[in-house]
């Protein structure tokens, strides 16, 4: 089956650029989806068909996807921003929703 | 507004049964694909099954195969996932959300706020 991996936590410093990747065999030639989940709360997309915005996602979020490795930006980082972020893919093979594990982000 | 609203979660013996329920509002209810996704505590996010719109074509993964089955009542706009043979491994939060398909890919664009199962004896 086919497995995204993410790193396990990412920190960056308030104002500063946060990076958080995801690695997949070919993920460059599967769409990406993004989701952020604040502790206690449901998850929500942040990121669809690879670097769409839902409303009301900040234009401070974006996304890329190239060879092995998806990665989220998130440019001018705020405490708001502290949160678990998974990727996520639809593999086609095998019909199967997949996700990484998830990063936790922490802002310093 | 949309809205998915789950209930049905408890505490139930491993080898039990348990029916979770989905109620939607908001949206056209038929015209749209629907996922169960749980999360077991202190973990990442798991896909578990989906159901087409139209025509209630069905997926489930591998660990529930054959002992879950997700469902709906495109009259009542509700979603259903019957779950048998729980075991402990299946303790986790279960959340009810929308899909959004596009041709080679699936996402998930509303969630609700989760229903809790917990498999202990």
């Known amino acids: 089956s086919y497995v995204l991996t993410h790193p396990p936590s990412v920190s960056v410093a308030p104002g500063k650029t946060a990076r958080i990747t995801c690695d997949g065999h070919?993920?460059?030639?599967?769409?990406v989806h993004w989701y952020q989940q604040k502790p206690g709360q449901a998850p929500v997309l942040v990121m669809y068909y690879d670097n769409d915005r839902p409303s009301g996602i900040p234009e401070r979020f974006s996304a890329s996807s190239s060879g092995n490795t998806a990665t989220l930006d998130i440019d001018r980082v705020e405490a708001g921003d502290e949160a678990d972020y998974y990727c996520q893919v639809w593999d086609r093979s095998t019909e199967h929703v997949v996700f990484g594990g998830g990063t936790k982000l922490t802002v310093l | 507004e949309v809205q998915v609203l789950e209930s049905g979660g408890g505490l139930v013996q491993p080898g039990g049964s348990l029916r979770l329920s989905c109620a939607a509002s908001g949206f056209n209810f038929h015209f749209y694909a629907m996922s169960w996704v749980r999360q077991a505590p202190g973990k990442g996010l798991q896909w578990v099954a989906s159901i087409s719109g139209s025509d209630g074509r069905t997926f489930h993964a591998d660990s529930v195969k054959g002992r879950f089955t997700i469902s709906r009542d495109n009259s009542k706009n509700m979603l259903f996932l019957q779950m048998n043979s729980l075991r402990t491994e299946d303790t986790a939060i279960y959340y009810c959300?929308?899909?959004?398909?596009?041709?080679?890919?699936?996402?998930?664009?509303?969630w609700g706020q989760g229903t809790l199962v917990t498999v202990s004896s």
């Open positions: 959300a929308r899909d959004a398909v596009v041709a080679a890919s699936r996402w998930f664009d509303s």
């Open positions: 070919n993920l460059g030639n599967k769409i």
